[in-house]
């Protein structure tokens, strides 16, 4: 049992980037067009990963 007040969590996935450190990031996409980066779905947490974005078309941060 845990203890009041605290929560356990477990990622649901992780963002790769070309961009190696959170420092010199650039946080808006003009400045860097030509940069990539992906979301990867860890499958032990979501069996079928279509269904972890479903309604993520309803938020906005290009």
Do not use: W
Not at 14 to 41: A, D, H, M, V, W
Request: hydrophobic share 25%; charged share 15%.
């Amino acid at each position: 049992m845990q203890p009041a007040g605290n929560v356990l969590t477990q990622p649901i996935g992780y963002i790769e980037s070309c961009f190696t450190g959170k420092n010199g990031t650039p946080r808006q996409p003009s400045i860097c067009s030509l940069s990539r980066g992906s979301l990867r779905i860890s499958k032990k947490v979501f069996n079928n990963p279509e269904h972890s974005l479903i309604g993520l078309q309803q938020f906005s941060h290009d």
